[in-house]
């Protein structure tokens, strides 16, 4: 082969990269400018776990372990106890609340089912997904960290309407 | 009940089954599953829960199984669509005014009526009426009841009429609204929390464990007793280090005591993680100076160094708490490390007497149940030896057993007797001799007993067939337990076995006698050495007021928590409790039991054994345990007689105890003991007083761990529904009415003499302050 | 004013130790009903006796029912039993007419719930409760026994069938 057979068959290569890349200029554009644009996201996704509170502010969790037995990695810890003060001055919506609850994420797999396992709708998962740490312990996330009057949300997602379509590639083409 | 064998038929199948036999037992020994709630083996029987439905042919409903006793030639189905829908019906009923608050009940995950409704419950609730609210309530400190969650089974009843024979508790109101409850609404009982156990539901909680965790959540070890001399088998819940509950339950543990304990077993554990446990070996550098922090290596050193100094002046005392492993070692301490013979243990009776002249076998508890005829001289098993009591009302309940009672104080069990010797006060031995000697006659005045009850009480004796069962305890002297022992056998004919049942106070009190054959008295072992390696504290106050333990050069004392021993000790060093080492307890039937470790040991502290052979190391013998329980009993088992050829695998199911075999002297002749006995008797004086009033429940129990009262638990109610935990962090004050401690129990307690070893820890019981 | 919870016992007796004293002559009284029963069946005059102590106390208080658990060697609970199980014996003090309104199946259908009403509103208080002036106590009990003219209700020991509400007006316009 000779040079100038060479640069040609490059420039045709070239060519043709580039008409792909130009066709697809004025179509719509698939990544976006995180963290400067917020992330999209299912309305079912399963980020960082929420702690709910009911309508007066009372902690809905009973410690009741179910959601630490459903677990498949065992990275949910619970120590209950018992507050007999009245409603109005409770922690926890029952008299029977958790004095700890730690979730581990450098265990936890996102899977779901302590949110299937729970009985009182106390726990969800929440749509934050920025979990990244510099200290392995810090992954420990302990109550504070987990209730929905507590934990700091993301401003960097928006979640999808129902009807929105996110990730469609595999329907259209 | 008879050997006799008829023949039934359940579901196709014919089975040979011994007559008199209950058809629920029947079928369920043949694993055919019978759901109910209410039978209870060997308990009266109920049919409230209706869950035991079957089809009986010719019969012309469906019968409940659980009351029909089995008859010859008996067709029976216990699976049928028909009986299915009556016991899905009756689970619908059931759970009809049920609240479904599982997540909130301490019970989940370990209810029987949560598991049946697995089985036999409908996904639908077709009732829509409002359930009956009633507020949850403390019955006592430590009993919680929830009523709404009751089924009506009435176990809690029966069990409290019939194992503990005080009918605290019972079925109030009528129609639905019959509650389980109490009058007045709080519990006036010796706490034994036997209802908490046996409910299959959660209507009766443990109030101490309220709220804590989850039954799958514990880690379940099985253990033995550490308070009474039952042995009584119990299961440690565990979890991060931290002991939760002690349940009996059977889906747990499968002892000789069922799912019976009581209040000490069962809620006697806040020793273990409290918080004035001794974290750190401490030496007093002078005397009359501070215990100070140290480390192991340091006090092991330190200790080792004064005993050179000592050499075979060093005494070895061991509680009977500890473990057979710890006081065998030391035993072992005492002759080869130091060469001395002054080694004993701190009983507040001796046992030897009564197993040096043992002439008949020892009675296992299930003899007890089973028994004819029980001969009780003195001692209050109810108080001290529960689970005996338990066994001794139930033979005479439903086995139509004669109870016999020679006591100076009419005793609780009298009620149950069917003859009941009362004596003068302090006069047991004095029975005890016209007893063994019949023909003694100048004694009768001392007793206070017509000759016709000592004759009627023989007769009855004579006349009795079947097993025959002696007990007696620390009420009576030596020579008195030593001649009883020993003539025990003359009642023996073909018609009938004598056992002897003994009565000691403590967890190990049997397994120390055998561990510490040859040894000394107390007081010698104290007058005698110059040093002192005490494990576990002094049980007798003498032995601190003569003086003795401040005139030692050097003590050392192995204990959990600092007590008026540890007020003249040297160097004390941190102790294990009963649930943080391995080991094994001999209970007063003879029987070998394992104590698993449940729980590490907690801050710096090390199972007694370990710190002895710590220091047997440093001066120069290996014992060769290498700090190997199994290793420390096979060194036990093979120099001790009774216990040759044992090994832990043999004790590893707690179902089937080993009962070592305590040689059988035969008869002896006792003429020195029999004449001491008599000058002893001659001496006494003379009076016509006699104790009348029977003593209240737990008037002993609740002075050995001083856990509640009467007065605490209303106190308690008065104040709304408050988790009982600040009575519990310590299970060791009593309190007034107006919530301060309770203090002259103490003082009352050091007045009851001996009982005050019970003050403090040995290898068990926290119990409160200074002597 | 509907008719409200099941009335509770439990938890509304102070509970003392203390024993009640009664004449010679009410003690022989109570003996003599003793000797009706076999001596190994003391509890059987266990009803007999209740009634005595409600007659001469009231009600059954408690220092009656320490009275009788001694008395019959019996436990304070298994009294307690007996008291609750049964409507005519009474653990508080009630008024001067004891109305006692039966709630079970054939009362309940054809018209209990509007008779309770209409006398818990007529006087002022809640069924298990006492009037201010000690006269009327208003309690619902089990099956008295008189299907067929139901709604019925006892007042002390006289049955009242039958019932509607003029016919209650005119009868607790008679008894106040």
Redesign the interface.
């Known amino acids: 082969m000779s040079l100038i057979s060479d640069v040609i068959q490059s420039t045709k290569a070239i060519l043709l990269g580039m008409k792909e890349t130009i066709s697809q200029l004025p179509k719509q554009s698939w990544t976006v400018q995180y963290p400067d644009v917020p992330i999209t996201v299912q309305p079912r996704y399963r980020g960082q776990h929420l702690l709910h509170v009911d309508e007066m502010g009372k902690e809905k969790c009973v410690a009741c372990y179910l959601c630490a037995a459903a677990c498949p990695s065992d990275c949910i810890y619970i120590e209950a106890e018992t507050d007999p003060r009245p409603y109005e001055e409770r922690i926890g919506r029952d008299e029977r609340f958790a004095r700890v609850y730690n979730i581990d994420y450098g265990r936890c797999i996102f899977c779901g089912y302590c949110v299937e396992a729970c009985p009182k709708d106390a726990i969800t998962h929440g749509y934050n997904f920025e979990l990244s740490v510099y200290n392995r312990a810090d992954l420990l996330k302990t109550k504070d960290d987990l209730l929905i009057t507590k934990q700091k949300q993301s401003k960097n997602y928006r979640v999808a309407l129902s009807s929105e379509d996110v990730d469609s590639e595999y329907k259209e083409v | 009940m008879s050997t006799e064998l008829i023949k039934v038929t359940i579901n196709g199948q014919e089975f040979a089954v011994e007559k008199g036999a209950r058809l629920i037992d029947v079928c369920r020994e043949q694993a055919f599953n019978i759901p109910s709630f209410c039978y209870y083996q060997d308990l009266a029987l109920q049919a409230s829960c209706r869950m035991c439905l079957v089809r009986i042919e010719k019969m012309p409903k469906l019968q409940t199984s659980c009351t029909i006793t089995c008859t010859d030639g008996m067709i029976v189905t216990t699976q049928s669509a028909e009986i299915e829908k009556a016991q899905r019906a009756m689970g619908e009923f059931l759970l009809a005014n049920h609240p479904l608050d599982c997540p909130v009940c301490d019970r989940g995950g370990e209810c029987e009526l949560q598991e049946m409704i697995f089985d036999w419950g409908d996904v639908e609730e077709r009732f829509v009426e409002s359930k ?3 507020p949850e ?1 403390f019955l006592s400190p430590i009993v919680a009841n929830d009523p709404q969650r009751c089924i009506l089974c009435k176990r809690c009843t029966r069990v409290c009429d019939e194992w503990m024979g ?12 019959t ?1 389980i ?6 519990l ?1 009982c010796s706490q034994c929390g036997n209802c908490i156990e046996v409910c299959p539901t959660g209507t009766l909680l443990d109030g101490t464990y309220r709220h804590e965790t989850r039954p799958w959540e514990l880690d379940q070890t099985i253990s033995t007793d550490t308070y009474s001399s039952d042995g009584m088998q119990l299961s440690i819940g565990s979890r991060g280090g931290r002991v939760h509950r002690i349940v009996a339950r059977d889906r747990y543990v499968d002892g000789l005591n069922g799912e019976f304990l009581d209040v000490k077993a069962r809620f006697g554990h806040g020793f273990v993680n409290h918080e004035e446990r001794i974290k750190t070996p401490l030496i007093r550098y002078k005397k009359g100076g501070k215990l100070i922090p140290t480390t192991w290596d340091e006090a092991i050193h330190f200790v080792t160094n004064k005993f050179k100094e000592s050499g075979n002046n060093v005494g070895v005392v061991a509680s009977p708490r500890l473990t057979n492993e710890s006081i065998f070692t030391l035993k072992r301490f005492a002759k080869e490390v130091v060469g001395s013979e002054n080694y004993t243990i701190s009983d507040v009776e001796d046992l030897a007497p009564f197993f040096n002249n043992l002439s008949v076998p020892l009675a296992t508890h299930k003899e007890i149940r089973h028994a004819k005829t029980i001969l009780l001289i003195g001692g209050e098993p109810e108080e001290e030896q529960t689970f005996t009591a338990k066994q001794i009302r139930q033979a005479v309940r439903n086995g139509g057993a004669k109870l016999i009672i020679v006591h100076d104080t009419p005793i609780r069990l009298t ?1 149950q007797a069917s003859q009941f010797i009362h004596v003068n006060p302090k006069s047991l031995d004095a029975f005890a001799l016209a007893f063994a000697d019949k023909s003694d006659k100048t004694i009768l005045s001392k007793i206070g007993a017509a000759q016709s009850e000592i004759d009627d009480l023989l007769k009855l004796i004579g006349e009795s067939e079947g097993d025959f069962i002696i007990m007696f305890g620390r009420d009576l002297s030596a020579e008195a337990q030593a001649v009883l022992a020993n003539v025990a056998g003359n009642f023996a004919s073909e018609k009938r076995r004598v056992l002897l049942h003994p009565l000691p106070l403590y967890n190990n009190s049997v397994g120390a006698n055998d561990m510490m054959a040859g040894r000394k008295s107390l007081s010698d072992v104290l007058i005698n050495s110059t040093a002192l390696l005490i494990g576990g504290s002094l049980s007798k106050p003498s032995a601190l007021t003569d003086g003795f333990l401040s005139r030692k050069d050097f003590i050392v004392v192995q204990e959990m928590f600092e007590t008026a021993t540890t007020e003249f000790a040297d160097v004390v060093l941190p102790a294990a409790s009963f649930a943080e080492t391995d080991g094994t307890f001999t209970n007063n039937t003879g029987f070998v039991q394992r104590v698993r470790q449940a729980v590490e040991p907690v801050h710096q502290a090390k199972a007694d054994w370990i710190i002895t052979s710590m220091i047997a190391r440093e001066m120069g013998v290996d014992f060769g345990y290498n700090f190997s329980a199994p290793a420390a009993f096979r060194t036990l088992a093979d120099s001790i007689d009774a216990y040759a050829g044992l090994r832990y695998p043999h004790l590893k199911d707690e179902s089937k105890p080993v009962q070592v075999k305590h040689p059988i002297a035969g008869k002896k002749d006792l003429s020195k003991e029999t004449d001491a006995l008599r000058r002893g008797v001659e001496a006494m004086p003379e009076t016509n007083e006699k104790i009348i009033g029977t003593p209240k429940v737990g008037h002993k129990l609740h002075r050995l761990t001083t856990m509640t009262s009467k007065t605490a638990q ?1 106190h308690l109610l008065a104040h709304g529904n408050p988790k009982p935990e600040n009575l519990l962090v310590s299970p060791l004050v009593q309190f007034n009415l107006d919530g301060t401690p309770r203090v002259e129990e103490k003082a009352e307690a050091a007045s009851a003499g001996d009982r005050i070893s019970d003050v403090k820890r040995t290898a068990g019981v926290t119990l409160d302050g200074k002597v | 004013m509907a008719s409200v ?2 009335t ?8 003392t130790d203390e024993v009640a004293n009664f004449s010679p002559e009410v003690v022989e009284e109570m003996y003599l009903h003793l000797t009706k029963y076999p001596p190994d069946r003391k509890r059987s005059a266990l009803i007999p006796l209740l009634f005595v102590i409600q007659r001469e106390r009231g009600y059954v208080d ?1 220092e009656g ?1 320490n009275f009788l658990a001694r008395f019959l ?9 007996t008291v ?4 005519m014996f009474n653990l508080r003090p009630v008024g001067k007419h004891h109305i006692q309104i039966c709630k079970t199946l054939s009362c309940r259908i054809i018209g209990e719930p509007k008779i309770t009403e209409h006398i818990c509103n007529r006087l002022g208080i809640h069924v298990g409760e006492t009037t201010d002036d000690e006269k009327f106590t208003v309690s619902l009990v ?1 099956c008295l026994g008189s299907c067929g003219t139901a709604p019925m209700m006892q007042i002390g020991f006289d049955y009242h069938e039958d019932l509607t509400t003029e016919k209650v007006d005119k009868l607790l316009d008679s008894l106040s």
């Open positions: 009956n609210a009633t309530k005080e009918d605290a508790i019972e079925a109030g109101n009528r129609g639905v609204n509650v409850g109490t009058y007045g609404g709080w006036d009620a209303f | 919870a099941p509770f016992y439990t938890n509304q007796v102070q509970v408690n029912v060697d019996l436990e304070v609970t298994d009294i307690w039993e609750t199980f049964y409507s089990e």
